[in-house]
């Protein structure tokens, strides 16, 4: 269950953010122009990080590979209904946008044991038609990289409607959506 964000640790979030986001060595020039983005919103928008902040504000993201390293785990979004990484909003309890990308894996995918690697591995801007009545919100989404124990068991939340291991080369989705991710997984 989510908790609101508050101010409780905003500050602490934000500051991290900043710090994450500026020490980030983009590997291409979109995420860098993303990074410059995301690192105007933050200076200029104390509540950057809140899902209250309209039209845009940051989230946090978990790619999760497999022990292998061949396979992403991937969740049917009951909401969108489509497949996506392990994201959300931050909440009042995160303290790091890393933080906050591991909790939603851990909350998402049941999965305890995940090896967070602690560096942004892409950004990725996107409408969310149905996060806001108004519309027009804007996900300034920071994805972290996991990878899982070799005999991880995934658990359904209630903010899915299916889990599924994927292999690298058969990722579900518009033809080319995750080319972007799937070079920077073959530069690691």
Request: with cysteine; aromatic share 6%.
């Amino acid at each position: 269950m989510s908790t609101p964000y508050s101010s409780l640790h905003a500050d602490a979030l934000h500051a991290d953010a900043l710090r994450t986001l500026r020490g980030w060595s983009p590997p291409n020039a979109r995420q860098a122009a993303l990074r410059d983005r995301y690192v105007d919103h933050l200076a200029a928008t104390p509540s950057a990080l809140s899902r209250e902040c309209y039209p845009d504000h940051l989230t946090a993201s978990t790619l999760v590979l497999s022990a292998d390293r061949t396979q992403v785990l991937l969740t049917l979004h009951a909401k969108a209904g489509a497949w996506f990484q392990f994201g959300g909003h931050c909440e009042a309890t995160d303290r790091t946008l890393a933080g906050a990308a591991l909790r939603e894996a851990t909350e998402e995918s049941g999965l305890t044991d995940l090896r967070l690697r602690p560096e942004p591995l892409r950004l990725d801007e996107h409408v969310v038609p149905f996060c806001d009545p108004r519309g027009g919100v804007h996900h300034l989404d920071v994805w972290f990289l996991a990878v899982a124990p070799a005999d991880a068991d995934a658990v359904l939340s209630e903010e899915s409607l299916e889990l599924r291991w994927w292999p690298l080369d058969e990722l579900p989705g518009e033809p080319g959506s995750w080319d972007e991710t799937r070079a920077i997984l073959a530069c690691l």
